[in-house]
């Protein structure tokens, strides 16, 4: 389940001072259970020094081209002052393939998931395809949405959200370009 909070929140990312889950991703990399990716450019410096591991379902490749689309997402919100996401850089993105034999695992290891739904015209069946997956293999039941930049939560984002609520039970967290009351 992804741990989001308001975007009134206080200033703390909300996502809490310890890394619990630090010793499962130690565990799932020595296991090869995950392809972790850091954001493509280099030579940033982490803000906090505190990682926090997003798993993304629906990228359509897990290399690293494809997990900065999803790091600029969490970027470009943390600009428009959605305060919870804390600092980018603290975000360590790991593409998941929701036909991965070792999704069970990975499911089990990690709280923080995320759907990758890009703007073309078939990204609702893929989307859709993929959390009908992932809540097969006993999925969170709350994913946040990441997208390339789609201003609007009517249309594709919204039919996707009352679709998943409704045919698999899963809440998907949509967060608005500009927050209300914005920069």
């Known amino acids: 389940m992804f741990e989001a909070h308001d975007s009134a929140a206080p200033a703390s990312n909300g996502l809490g001072a310890s890394d619990q889950a630090?010793?499962?991703r130690r565990w799932a990399e020595q296991q090869g259970l995950q392809r972790s990716h850091e954001p493509a450019e280099a030579g940033r410096a982490?803000?906090?020094?505190?990682?926090?591991t997003l798993m993304v379902i629906g990228l359509p490749d897990p290399d690293d081209a494809q997990c900065a689309r999803a790091w600029r997402t969490l970027q470009r919100w943390h600009v428009n002052?959605?305060?919870?996401?804390?600092?980018?850089?603290?975000?360590q993105i790991t593409a998941v393939d929701t036909s991965d034999a070792q999704l069970a695992q990975q499911i089990a290891s990690q709280s923080r998931w995320?759907?990758?739904?890009?703007?073309?015209l078939d990204s609702f069946r893929r989307a859709y395809l993929n959390l009908r997956r992932l809540r097969d293999a006993g999925g969170p039941r709350r994913l946040l949405v990441l997208h390339p930049g789609i201003s609007s939560c009517r249309g594709l984002?919204?039919?996707?959200?009352?679709?998943?609520?409704?045919?698999l039970?899963?809440?998907l967290l949509l967060l608005s370009e500009q927050p209300p009351g914005g920069r």
């Open 169 to 171: 039970g899963v809440d």
């Open 157 to 167: 984002l919204g039919n996707l959200q009352q679709a998943a609520a409704s045919f």
């Open 46 to 52: 982490a803000s906090s020094g505190l990682r926090h």
């Open 114 to 120: 995320a759907l990758w739904v890009d703007s073309d």
């Open 22 to 24: 630090a010793g499962l």
């Open 81 to 91: 002052g959605h305060r919870w996401i804390g600092h980018p850089d603290d975000w």
